[in-house]
């Protein structure tokens, strides 16, 4: 399996990126898409993550209402509109797979893509 994380970059606070994470190597359709970040000297978080086959969604309270999680099913790709940035948005994004039934939170992990907001 293989997660191509891009579209990071450095935004000031109020701006928007996309990301994208292109995803490969395996039929996604019962498994779990997501964005974690890691800002520097913190802990890994969650931040959204999208079910591949019904679509449905969940988010982390202190994203919700900025960040959008979409996935476009024919191109395999997942992305993460964030709108409304803020400076402890900072941070490197990961995207993640969690395949169902298995005991992990999420199974693949692609190389992240750093964003950075300034204020």
């Known amino acids: 399996v293989q997660l191509q994380a891009f579209g990071g970059g450095l935004v000031q606070a109020g701006g928007s990126l996309r990301l994208s994470c292109a995803a490969s190597?395996?039929?996604?359709?019962?498994?779990?898409m997501a964005w974690l970040r890691q800002a520097l000297g913190k802990e890994r978080e969650f931040v959204a993550a999208?079910?591949?086959?019904?679509?449905?969604?969940n988010y982390a309270g202190s994203v919700k209402g900025r960040f959008t999680i979409s996935r476009d099913v024919a191109k395999n790709t997942v992305y993460l509109q964030m709108n409304s940035l803020k400076p402890e948005d900072t941070a490197v994004y990961f995207c993640?797979?969690?395949?169902?039934?298995?005991?992990?939170?999420?199974?693949?992990w692609g190389q992240g893509t750093l964003v950075t907001v300034s204020s």
């Open positions: 999208i079910s591949w086959g019904g679509g449905s969604t």
């Open positions: 993640a797979v969690g395949v169902r039934g298995s005991p992990r939170s999420w199974d693949y």
């Open positions: 190597g395996r039929t996604f359709s019962s498994d779990t």
